[in-house]
Each structure stands twice: as structure tokens, then as C-alpha cells.
């Protein structure tokens, strides 16, 4: 069976962490995994014992082989990584010399197709979609839309699904790969107030503040819940009506949350978005959501 190596790419302020070999080329940094040893653990040790920088969370990127010299194979796992705290290089043990390239130089450096290849998947910005029915409702023709709204060059992964509350939207951001240029586009609440469903409000307020903690090193919007409009839902689902008084009380949890942290809030008008269920957009409520994202991934 070929070695196994767990690399990393760390990427801060458009440049990339790289270590340079025995071979005299430059490769990402990382480690050999050991018998019984997660990649993902393998990493984070890695890393910490080559560069000195502690990794806080990884992303699998891709897993490849890799024929380092001729004969000699080994199977690559590259992770997106990201820290918390300070990034300050120590001198490793092997006396490797480490060093931050900038993103736009790297064809200078020679790097091997499987480290450009990660790097590339690591860095390329994505906007991905997180939580309830109403960013799980983006068909492909919408996301057509908001990639051309947003320059056309982001790729835009949809993870969310009908249903989905805050507590669904912590586990799921433990196990999805989220890298570090992605922009996190979350939508919860409506079915947190649903009195079918209806979480309870110390809870809800729990489960949003770990996910600003587990986004916390992302560019992150909220779409707000979209206004209510109660006559509607009578007519739809009489049994099924979200009360615009418990929206409030989820509404103000929220933003009370997210004003303590980095995160940006998208609040879409009351009038004329509504879909036949007086929960859900429609078609122009759509179009104004696509608008307000494209405006808000331009301001940086």
C-alpha cells in the first residue's frame, strides 16, 4: 500500500504557507499519517510540529496519489485549514525552510500539479448556501442567476433543505467541507418558531451562537426570515400557520446574536415576495434576495 501524507493549505491575505524539501522544491506543509491515525488528526500534529502554527479546523479537499520520485508513490490527503490565533513560523525539526507565497506567484516556484490543484481548490471563493427551504429553494436557473449577479467566477454549493432549524445547522457545519474563501449564506428561524416543530427559545439561542462560533473565521450572511403574511398561510395550511408575534420573539434572538459578531444580515420587504403558502418567495422575492447577495458580496 503507498504512504499516506496529510498536507495542509493554509492561506491568509492572499498568500499560502509552503515548506521547502530536501529536494529543494516547495510542497505544502503537513505530515505522514501513522498507524490508527486519522488523516485529519495527521494534519493538525503535522503542521503544529513543522511550523509551529496550531490548526483550529480542516476541510478534505481532495485525496490523490502522488509519485514523488519515479517508482515512488504517495498518496496525498490535502486539507483547507484555518487558525484562530497567531501564525508565526517556528524553525521545524528537520530545519526546513518555511515560507508565505503570495497566491499570484506560484507558477514561479515550480509546485507539483497536486499541490497547485489543492491550493487552487482551497482558495477559490464559493458561496455557499446553508440552512432552511428558502435558500434550499434555489433550482439551477437561480443559481445560474446569483453566479452571474455575483461576477460570474464564484461556484455556489447549496447544502440547505426543507425543514432545516438552527440545531440541524450545527452538525451540518461540523461535517460539510467549508474552505477559506467560501461566504457562508445561512437561512434559519422559520422553522424554529413552527409550533409543530417550535425549539425551544434558550435552545435556539445556544445553537446560534455555536454557529457563529463554528463561522466565525468566514466572510457569513444571514438571510433574516422573510416576513410572514398570515392571510395566506389561513388559506394554504390553516393548521399550519407561523405566528408573526413568535417570528418577532426568534427574529430578535438572532439579530441579538449576530450583532455581537462579524457577521453581515440580509432583510428582505414584506410586500409582494410572498409564494401562495404566505411562508416562502416567490419568483420576485427571488430576484430581490439575488440582488441584495450580489450587492453585498461587492462591498469586499
Same mark, same amino acid.
Given at each position: ?67 514523488? !520520485? ?102 451540518? !457545519? ?93 432583510? !428582505? ?32
Amino acid at each position: 500500500m503507498w504512504p499516506v501524507s496529510a498536507k495542509a493549505v493554509l492561506a491568509r491575505n492572499g498568500t499560502v504557507l509552503l515548506a521547502l524539501n530536501a529536494r529543494g522544491g516547495w510542497e505544502l506543509p503537513g505530515g505522514r499519517v501513522e498507524r490508527d491515525e486519522e488523516p485529519s488528526a495527521a494534519v493538525v500534529r503535522g503542521v503544529l510540529e513543522e511550523t509551529g502554527v496550531e490548526v483550529t479546523s480542516t476541510s478534505l479537499l481532495d485525496v490523490r496519489p502522488f509519485e514523488v !520520485l519515479p517508482g515512488e508513490v504517495v498518496l496525498v490527503v490535502g486539507f483547507a485549514c484555518s487558525t484562530a490565533g497567531a501564525t508565526d513560523l517556528v524553525a521545524s525539526p528537520e530545519d526546513r525552510v518555511l515560507a508565505w507565497h503570495a497566491l499570484d506567484q506560484l507558477d514561479e516556484l515550480g509546485l507539483a500539479t497536486v499541490y497547485r490543484d489543492l491550493i487552487t481548490a482551497a482558495t477559490r471563493s464559493r458561496i455557499v448556501l446553508l440552512g432552511d427551504s428558502h435558500l434550499a429553494k434555489f433550482n439551477r436557473s437561480r443559481v445560474q442567476q446569483l453566479q452571474q449577479a455575483a461576477g460570474g467566477s464564484r461556484l455556489v454549493v447549496n447544502h440547505a433543505y426543507g425543514g432545516a432549524t438552527a440545531l440541524d445547522l450545527v452538525p451540518q !457545519l461540523r461535517q460539510i467541507s467549508v474552505h477559506p474563501g467560501d461566504v457562508l449564506v445561512i437561512s434559519i428561524t422559520t422553522n424554529d418558531l413552527a409550533h409543530w416543530k417550535q425549539v425551544p427559545l434558550d435552545r435556539f439561542r445556544e445553537a446560534v451562537t455555536e454557529v457563529l462560533r463554528l463561522t466565525s473565521h468566514h466572510r457569513t450572511i444571514f438571510l433574516l426570515p422573510p416576513p410572514l403574511d398570515p392571510a395566506r398561510q389561513h388559506a394554504a395550511r390553516p393548521a399550519q400557520v407561523r405566528s408573526p408575534e413568535d417570528q418577532l420573539r426568534y427574529l430578535t434572538e438572532l439579530i441579538a446574536r449576530i450583532r455581537d459578531s462579524s457577521a453581515d444580515t440580509i432583510a !428582505l420587504p414584506a410586500d409582494d415576495i410572498h409564494d401562495t403558502d404566505g411562508v416562502h418567495l416567490n419568483d420576485y422575492g427571488y430576484d430581490l434576495l439575488i440582488a441584495a447577495l450580489a450587492r453585498r458580496l461587492a462591498k469586499r
